[in-house]
């Protein structure tokens, strides 16, 4: 145990000065981000989610989107598209979950109604 | 950039969404969600029984188009700030690329703005099941 503690932080020394470099030489080949590149949002989608009745999702589609917009000012470009297309699959699912469930209300409503008759 | 410009350059999908939000709210002025059958029913409240924060929005939508403001009012009063803010968020979307455009997001979708909506909608659904308003 005591000679693996002695070895791990002398490997660690060996690498560590190797990974800066390797990055500072992607850093310029990526062209950085333009205000007009920001994802969108979808707080349309989230807020539309919440008003049609499908909450606890649209919810969580608002919050996701509300982090996109102060990501993408910080720079944390991957994050911001990240949580752009969490939103807007989160809201995407619960307006899809409303209909169909809305659809089915409609299906056995009109199906009950033909066997009383 | 005019207004026929920007007509122009609006993609199909928004075109869709508009025609779509109109095409619902002719319906909803026509008929009311009380006496006919084939409007959406609220899948929340037929698995729990509880009213969600925009359950009433179609009577809320009839009464309002219809002119009775005050009885729309009575349906569901956390709409009176929900709806305005939406259509914000959704003029904000649609606006084409400017100075206003950016300023009207920098409010409507910042942090303040997104946090009083879900708190405001917190509390109105606890607020409406106990007191059944």
């Given amino acids: 145990m005591e000679q693996e503690n002695i070895n791990q932080p002398l490997d660690q020394t060996q690498e560590q000065p190797v990974q800066p470099t390797a990055n500072v030489q992607e ?35 608002i919050i996701k989107a509300c982090k996109v917009n102060t990501l993408w000012i910080s720079g944390q470009y991957e994050a911001a598209v990240y949580e752009a297309n969490e939103a807007k699959k989160w809201s995407i699912w619960g307006i899809v979950l409303g209909l169909v469930g809305s659809i089915l209300y409609v299906l056995i409503a009109v199906l009950s109604a033909f066997a009383s008759n | ?15 869709l969404v508009l025609l779509l939000a109109a095409v619902a709210m002719v319906l909803l002025l026509a008929f009311n969600p009380e006496n006919f059958w084939f409007w959406p029913k609220c899948p929340f409240k037929l698995l729990t029984g509880l009213d969600c924060p925009a359950c009433g ?11 009775h403001f005050a009885a729309a009012c009575r349906y569901n009063y956390f709409l009176l700030y929900a709806l305005p803010y939406t259509f914000l968020v959704v003029l904000a979307y649609y606006l084409p690329r400017g100075r206003f455009k950016q300023r009207l997001a920098n409010v409507v979708e910042g942090k303040f703005a997104v946090y009083l909506y879900v708190a405001l909608f917190s509390l109105w659904f606890v607020v409406r099941n106990i007191m059944k308003i």
């Fill in chain 2, 1 to 15: 950039m005019s207004l026929l410009q920007f007509c122009r350059h609006l993609p199909a999908t928004k075109y």
């Fill in chain 2, 57 to 67: 929005i179609q009577r809320f939508a009839h009464a309002a188009l219809n002119g």
């Fill in chain 1, 27 to 61: 850093g310029p080949q990526q062209v950085n981000p333009t205000p007009a590149d920001k994802p969108d949002n979808n707080l349309v989608l989230a807020i539309v989610c919440t008003v049609c009745c499908c909450l606890p999702l649209g919810i969580v589609g």
